[in-house]
């Protein structure tokens, strides 16, 4: 028996919370019931996310087995409601969708219920929007079945943009009737950035401490960390610190400095100084003295959020002093942004290269002296401009209202000096805008 074959017989086995001995002549893949097929991915999923990413090989192998045995099965083994059950769960579970097509088109004897298929298809085809009705019909029915936790999520999925409360509950049933399992992770997960979408700070906050005592080791706690790191910059205004450090405390040191790197970062993009600042500083504390680069980045980032302070030059010093070959292409392009926003903080006015001359007017007798005109600064920006006429000198000296769209119109077309200026910062926040794309949650 093949290598694969035999981890399959002894997963099912486990799986199946068997204690006796394996039977006298082990089944080969071919002549096993897609239901044990499934308890054995069921089994192998789980031991993924519990943190065992050895299994992942495993999970792939499976999965194109349990393929293999639906479409080569006869009919009739879908006599037996767990087989059915068991094509359905694996389509949920990251299967072939078109291998549930092709049982539903042999299935002459109506074993399959129609109207979750339907559903099904709809969701896995990418239109899910078309199955929320259905879902919303078919759950009840079957929330208490072997399909129930994987409906529950698929449910939620499709209703999340719709209605969050909704889906908060098909996950939170989920959760309630598979804990421990990769059905609860995803649930968990999905859940956090639902509640911190819609505001739901207290709630996205116990999800987030729930997977941080279950889930850390999941290969989609990644996943997490960006989830809980948007959260916490999003809404940092409405958050304990605590808080914050009782979800990271479930994790090592190498996984918090790493959550404080990624929350410096988003933070100083996102404008808020005072999280970026207090990350930096964490993920300062806990790198070690031959790690340089979480000390590079931190560096960087709480640079970037000292950039809108007062002391921007011991900010543009510290930017500067940053080796670019310990950067990533996206890190040198926020360096050289804030870079950039520094020298234009830090540059002095130019000053106009022509003295103005004094425009003297003359104020008829009896005319109030306090009559609108130019300031004294506006003056000094338009040198080169002289009354023409005696009319331009009367309506002035009669106190002509000034329009201030037309005057800074006349100011940048004589003073090259003003017009300069704009332009050169526009050209810098293009500059700023193209080398932050991309960027942001």
Excluded at 7 to 32: H, Y
Excluded at 246 to 274: C, H, T, W
């Amino acid at each position: 028996m093949k290598p694969f074959a035999r981890f399959l017989l002894v997963g099912t086995v486990l799986a199946a919370g068997l204690s006796a001995v394996v039977p006298a002549r082990a089944q080969s893949p071919d002549d096993l019931a897609p239901y044990k097929m499934i308890r054995s991915l069921q089994f192998v999923q789980d031991t993924v996310v519990l943190g065992d990413h050895s299994a992942m090989e495993m999970q792939r192998f499976l999965l194109t087995t349990i393929d293999e045995r639906l479409r080569t099965a006869e009919s009739s083994i879908f006599d037996d409601p767990r087989n059915v059950d068991a094509a359905l769960v694996y389509a949920m579970s990251g299967g072939n969708p078109d291998t549930l097509e092709f049982l539903i088109r042999k299935d002459v004897d109506g074993h399959f219920d129609s109207r979750l298929t339907d559903a099904l298809r709809n969701y896995l085809s990418g239109t899910g929007s078309q199955s929320v009705k259905s879902l919303a019909e078919i759950f009840p029915e079957y929330k208490r079945s072997r399909v129930g936790p994987y409906l529950a999520l698929i449910s939620a999925n499709s209703v999340l943009r719709k209605d969050p409360a909704l889906a908060l509950s098909y996950f939170d049933w989920a959760r309630l009737v598979a804990p421990g399992t990769i059905v609860e992770e995803a649930a968990l997960r999905r859940s956090i950035y639902i509640a911190s979408q819609a505001g739901w700070v207290d709630r996205s906050m116990a999800y987030a401490n729930r997977y941080a005592r279950r889930y850390l080791r999941s290969p989609y706690a990644s996943q997490f960390a960006d989830l809980f790191v948007t959260l916490a910059v999003d809404h940092f205004d409405k958050l304990d610190e605590k808080d914050i450090l009782e979800v990271l405390s479930f994790m090592d040191v190498p996984r918090q400095r790493e959550v404080y790197l990624r929350m410096a970062r988003l933070a100083a993009i996102s404008g808020q100084n005072k999280l970026a600042s207090l990350a930096a500083e964490r993920a300062q504390i806990l790198s070690g003295d031959g790690e340089s680069v979480p000390k590079v980045l931190a560096d960087l980032y709480s640079g970037l959020a000292s950039v809108p302070s007062g002391d921007v030059a011991s900010a543009m010093e510290t930017i500067v002093a940053i080796p670019d070959d310990k950067l990533s292409v996206k890190d040198r392009a926020l360096k050289e942004a804030a870079r950039a926003v520094a020298e234009e903080v830090l540059r002095a006015p130019v000053a106009s290269a022509q003295k103005a001359e004094p425009l003297v007017t003359t104020v008829p007798e009896g005319e109030d002296a306090s009559y609108d005109s130019l300031d004294a600064a506006e003056t000094a920006a338009r040198p080169s401009e002289t009354p023409t006429d005696d009319a331009t000198v009367a309506d002035s000296a009669a106190g002509e209202p000034q329009k201030d769209a037309k005057d800074q119109k006349e100011r940048a077309s004589v003073d090259p000096a003003f017009d300069s200026f704009v332009s050169g910062g526009r050209s810098k926040l293009d500059e700023i805008d193209k080398l932050l794309e991309g960027e942001g949650t």
